[in-house]
Each structure stands twice: as structure tokens, then as C-alpha cells.
């Protein structure tokens, strides 16, 4: 079974930063993507930046453009969120999620930010941004 751990959230005032990490453990797999999601409440789940390791393609969500970064090792199924600039909208559950595999399919925003894609979940982290 693969489980994927995050860390690196908490209580932060607005501006500040945070860096999110997510590692797996348990069985070995092969990712070929990895993201972050987020959930605020009483809201829907929504992306906010993926990385395909094949040609190191990153994406993100616009409300995060420019304050965020996404990178990793996809050797090591391991990929961390940099977050700068934080604003208390940000506050919410961070997810991270990975794709297995070797997928033929397109490379495209609205295809990594579709939760559908990832085969594997964390069971997040709490950010909590106060203004």
C-alpha cells in the first residue's frame, strides 16, 4: 500500500511563507506526476500546481501564480510547495496527490488539475493564514 505524508503546514500571519512537503512510503511505484490540492472550507477540493517529471512541466492555478512553486525528486516520489506572499484566502487543507505509471496523455493545465488523474492521496495538512 502507498501512502503519501505531508508536512510543513501550520499558522502563519499574511505575507509569510510556508514550504509543503510530501513524501511516499510503503509500496514502490513509479510517479509520473505529482500535485497539490486544496480544500477550504465549505468549498470544493481545488488544484493549485502540479509537476510532471518527464521534461520537469509545472502548472499552477492562477489564484497562486507567481507566489507559489512547485518541485520535487520523482526518483523519490518526494515534492514540496513553496508558498510566498500567503493571503488569508490561502487558508485551507493542502493535499498532495501522485499519478502512477507511464500514462500516454495529453500535457495540459485542465488534465493535472482534474483530481481524476491521481491514483494516490495524502491526507493533508493544515494552513492557516491570519490577516
Known amino acids: 500500500q502507498v501512502q503519501l505524508v505531508e508536512s510543513g503546514g501550520g499558522l502563519v500571519q499574511a505575507g509569510g511563507s510556508l514550504r509543503l512537503s510530501c513524501a511516499a512510503s510503503?509500496?514502490?511505484?513509479?510517479?509520473?506526476?505529482m500535485g497539490w490540492f486544496r480544500q477550504a472550507p465549505g468549498k470544493e477540493r481545488e488544484f493549485v500546481a502540479a509537476?510532471?517529471?518527464?521534461?520537469?512541466?509545472?502548472y499552477y492555478a492562477d489564484s497562486v501564480k507567481g507566489r507559489c512553486t512547485i518541485s520535487g525528486d520523482g526518483a523519490q516520489n518526494t515534492v514540496y510547495l513553496q508558498m510566498n506572499s500567503l493571503k488569508p484566502e490561502d487558508t485551507a487543507v493542502y493535499y498532495c496527490?501522485?499519478?502512477?505509471?507511464?500514462?500516454?496523455?495529453?500535457?495540459?493545465?485542465?488534465?493535472?488539475?482534474?483530481?481524476?488523474?491521481?491514483?494516490?492521496w495524502g491526507q493533508g495538512t493544515q494552513v492557516t493564514v491570519s490577516s
Open positions: 509537476i510532471t517529471w518527464s521534461g520537469g512541466l509545472t
Open positions: 496527490a501522485a499519478e502512477r505509471g507511464r500514462p500516454v496523455r495529453p500535457e495540459s493545465l485542465s488534465v493535472v488539475a482534474n483530481e481524476r488523474l491521481y491514483d494516490y
Open positions: 510503503g509500496r514502490t511505484f513509479s510517479s509520473y506526476s
